[in-house]
């Protein structure tokens, strides 16, 4: 159970301009024990093909999150009166070699393993995802997913190489890390170079729903069956920033136009409050493409959504 010391600092006892520079105000914790969710930033972007730069993704998420209060007026979740929740700061990630971060980023997860804890990541490009998942399923085995993204980032190679951002869930079900079955991806659309580009996931039991799909359409009854689907079975969800037009997220390395937009984003998560989550990211927010900050603060808030769908949240009618 929570108590003061695990509350966001309040804005009316110290400005939100000022005071603690962790996630949401949070206490920093040097250690995860006693923790049920830690916020992690993973700041790295060597695994880009085009616009650089979320390598400054956590430090602006957290910056944009100061306006961010712990109770959910729309849904009535107050997961600080139940979780115990902290951010334990950034993985020290290789700003050389991509390979070598990869497997720094799997080592830190898998300590994180010995507790039980849920990791909420602060991205970073969407690389990130594949060594998370590799950690991560070590204690779950294969999980189901629920990915958001302009992309089905299920390239064989890109300029040659097998890891990279483009190439994730591609290596994902090489590894047996998914369960291809329950793999929902949400939200891709724009150009390929073949026209199988889509559907390389659909062999494998992937159900896609594209950008297209979801125009005009509330994702509510998406989640609902998607929900039904996955049951109790342990999932993990990746949401990739560039999923929504960039209109509202402008602040990223591959913008693609007609988007989701912020409203079924927060569809999208809040619909994921029953799923069986054993963590969630938040990747491909690049603050130097959006000098406004409104990425990075619609990154925060889906972040703290995805804290309120966290399995033994409180509510409230």
Not at 98 to 112: G, H, P
Request: overall charge negative; glycine content about 10%; hydrophobic content about 35%.
């Amino acid at each position: 159970m929570s108590d003061e010391l695990n509350q966001p600092q309040n804005g009316n006892d110290m400005p939100r301009f000022a005071g603690r520079g962790t996630m949401m105000r949070l206490p920093f914790a040097e250690s995860p024990q006693g923790l049920d969710a830690a916020f992690v930033g993973i700041p790295l972007d060597i695994g880009t093909s085009q616009r650089a730069g979320t390598r400054y993704g956590p430090r602006q998420i957290r910056a944009e999150s100061v306006m961010i209060r712990p109770y959910n007026m729309a849904t009535g979740a107050a997961p600080f009166e139940s979780l115990s929740v902290a951010d334990i700061g950034d993985v020290p990630i290789n700003t050389y070699s991509l390979l070598k971060s990869v497997d720094i980023i799997e080592n830190y997860y898998t300590a994180l393993n010995e507790y039980p804890l849920i990791p909420l990541t602060l991205g970073g490009d969407h690389t990130l995802t594949l060594p998370v998942l590799r950690a991560l399923c070590k204690k779950h085995g294969p999980v189901a997913l629920v990915h958001v993204d302009a992309h089905t980032d299920t390239n064989d190679t890109m300029f040659g190489e097998k890891i990279a951002h483009g190439t994730t869930f591609r290596r994902a079900v090489e590894e047996n890390l998914l369960d291809c079955e329950h793999v929902y991806q949400i939200g891709q659309r724009a150009q390929g170079y073949s026209a199988n580009d889509f559907r390389w996931g659909s062999k494998h039991g992937f159900t896609l729903t594209t950008a297209e799909q979801c125009w005009h359409q509330s994702m509510t009854p998406l989640m609902e069956r998607i929900r039904e689907a996955v049951g109790d079975r342990p999932c993990y969800l990746s949401f990739d920033i560039d999923g929504i037009d960039p209109a509202w997220a402008p602040g990223t390395g591959t913008p693609e136009v007609g988007g989701l937009t912020s409203v079924q984003a927060l569809e999208i998560v809040r619909g994921c409050k029953g799923l069986n989550l054993i963590g969630a990211d938040l990747v491909e927010v690049s603050p130097p493409y959006d000098v406004s900050g409104t990425t990075s603060q619609l990154a925060a808030n889906l972040l703290y959504e995805m804290l309120c769908v966290l399995p033994g949240v409180a509510y409230h009618d």
